[in-house]
């Protein structure tokens, strides 16, 4: 069977989303999985379409601000044609400077995303921070849609935390090609 075509793109301005989209990406490599990864402003929104699953990151600013790169893109991303993928996303922010919007630019891009009927994966407890609200938190307020990153506050658990999540991608794809 040939393996599937997997992309991470992530919008950054600091960098540290890229970083742990590297580290996303070597422990998809340590599961002998290739991913490409890809800078969003360097490619065409529509690309994203060319992808049997995409990991999407992005970064939340100050008081809910959503990453440029990404915010530029707006009202595309829920015209893609994804019916047919796989979108797991990771959310960087400060659960402690901002525990009002932690993580929110991974709700907005979620948000942004549902109406192109992909298939989400990968959603994370929210056990382990303290934040006040979250836009990225889900119905039962126990899971983020995605990963969440806190390189500010956090940052000793991120490799922990990314090691388990692409296990957990890992085996929730595994079952949806079932």
């Not at 500010?152 to 085996?171: G, K, N, P």
Request: hydrophobic share 40%; with cysteine.
């Amino acid at each position: 069977m040939d393996q599937p075509s997997i992309a991470l793109i992530y919008g950054t301005d600091t960098n540290n989303t890229e970083e742990v989209g590297t580290k996303i990406v070597s422990q998809w490599k340590d599961l002998g999985v290739e991913v490409e990864m890809h800078n969003i402003k360097d490619i065409e929104v529509s690309q994203l379409e060319d992808y049997e699953m995409l990991i999407l990151g992005i970064p939340t600013w100050d008081f809910g601000g959503i990453q440029e790169d990404w915010e530029e893109l707006g009202d595309a991303l829920s015209e893609l044609s994804l019916a047919d993928k796989t979108i797991a996303l990771y959310g960087l922010g400060d659960q402690f400077g901002y525990g009002d919007y932690f993580v929110d630019a991974m709700g907005w891009l979620y948000e942004k995303l549902a109406p192109t009927q992909a298939t989400f994966i990968g959603e994370w407890p929210t056990e382990g921070y303290e934040f006040e609200a979250s836009r990225a938190c889900i119905k039962d307020k126990e899971h983020f849609v995605g990963l969440a990153i806190d390189e500010d506050q956090q940052f000793e658990l991120t490799d922990q935390r990314v090691e388990q999540w692409v296990i957990q991608l890992y085996a929730e794809r595994a079952v949806e090609a079932a």
